[in-house]
Structure formats: C-alpha cells, structure tokens
C-alpha cells in the first residue's frame, strides 16, 4: 500500500514568517514529488514539483527532497494570508509503469494578518 | 481561457439513477485523468487515459464506474446506479510531455471538479 503521510494541521503562522510544511512516502521507487495548493470549495492547483535531491526554489516557495529518508518539504518564505489553504503533497512512482499521483491527506496552513 | 474544464460544475441526482460528466483536457495534453475527493481526503486516483486508450484503471472502482475517451480528446465519466456513498468531487486532470525534464510529463494540472451530491 502506497502511503504519503501530512500532519493535518492546521498549522498557523503570523503573516510574513516562514511556513513549513512536510510530508513521507512510502514507496521508495517514487520518482516525482508535488505540492498542491488547494483553497476550501475548490480543485488542487499545482505549485511545486521536484525530481531530484536537493532543494529547488521558485519565487517564496522551495521544495526540499531527500529521497534517501523519503521525506519532501515545502517551505514558504514570506507567508501571506492569501497562502491560506491546504497543501496537498504527492508522489508518483512512473517506474513502475503507473501514472497515478497518490496524495497524501493535506495540511491546513492559516496565516494569521 | 485554455485550461482544464468540466462540465457540470454541480450535479445532485437521487440514488440509483445515472449520471455522466465530461472533461476537456488542455489542448494537445494526450494524457488525461480522473480522480474523485471525498472531505478531508486528498484526491483518489480513478482512471487514467493515454490518448484514446485507457492504461490504468484502480482497483478499488466499482463496475458500476465507466470512463471512456473516443477520440483521444475530451472524455466522460459515467456512474451507473450512483449510491450515497459517491457523493464527491470528481476531479479530471491532464498532462503533457514538454521540453523540460523528462519526468514533466507527470505534471498533472486539474479542472474545477464536479460537485455530485447524491440524494
């Protein structure tokens, strides 16, 4: 059973501070990792992806991979309120011939103004 | 605007009747997706088309759920006999390979979704 685990939150940050959020996977063949964001009523936008060791950064967002713990993160620098939502983490494991993305459950974030 | 899209946005039926919903794919995205969202759950993995052809389907959906895509563009989703229990939001997604990392082919951009409610 493919499992990727998220703290639920929420998790509440005052404006302008760094968010952190992390996520684990189970499945060690996993070779593409996202962060979703996805606001109350509505459907997940992509905002982050990784395929390799290390970190990568785009604008206040930095995906962190280290797949010999099997353990993603996503830091926001900055936070805003509208980065209030729940961020969904998923992996994909296309090596063994599968494209679906498993999600793991989300973590609430709320930046406080 | 030139995104995924999906029609209806909402849909509230009465249990054991039919529903079907439909999905435009980004143009010239040739792989297409569908996953269902139940409350507090990340997206469940249903079915999944390459083209025209439908590789991989989970093994958790009921024979009552059927997915086609004829002509390798839009596709729909029918659920047959619907129960309380598929009440979700449905969501479909596709992809495309591009001329980045092989593995952007996995980058998967999402529709609105369809609200079924199921009476």
């Known amino acids: 059973q493919k499992e990727v685990e998220q703290n639920s939150g929420p998790l509440s940050v005052p404006e302008g501070a760094i968010a952190s959020l992390n996520c684990t996977y189970s499945d060690r063949g996993s070779q593409s990792f996202f962060w979703y964001r996805q606001y109350s009523g509505k459907s997940p936008e992509l905002i982050m992806s990784i395929y390799s060791n290390g970190d990568k950064e785009d604008g206040r967002f930095t995906a962190q991979l280290n797949k010999a713990s099997q353990y993603v993160s996503l830091l926001i620098r900055d936070s805003q309120p509208s980065d209030s939502a729940t961020y969904l983490c998923a992996v994909i494991n296309s090596g063994a011939g599968s494209y679906q993305l498993t999600f793991g459950k989300g973590t609430k974030l709320s930046v406080i103004p | 605007d030139t995104g995924v899209s999906q029609n209806p946005r909402h849909k509230i039926t009465k249990r054991g009747q039919n529903v079907t919903f439909r999905c435009d794919p980004i143009s010239e995205h040739n792989r297409l997706y569908w996953y269902r969202q139940t409350l507090g759950q990340g997206p469940e993995f249903l079915t999944y088309?390459?083209?025209?052809?439908?590789?991989?389907k989970s093994r958790l959906l009921s024979d009552r759920f059927s997915a086609e895509r004829p002509k390798g563009s839009f596709s729909t989703l029918e659920i047959q006999r619907t129960e309380q229990g598929d009440s979700a939001m449905y969501l479909c997604?596709?992809?495309?390979?591009?001329?980045?990392?092989?593995?952007?082919?996995?980058?998967?951009?999402f529709g609105p979704g369809t609200r079924l409610t199921v009476l």
């Open positions: 088309f390459q083209n025209e052809a439908q590789l991989e």
């Open positions: 997604a596709s992809s495309s390979k591009t001329s980045g990392s092989i593995f952007s082919y996995n980058e998967q951009f």
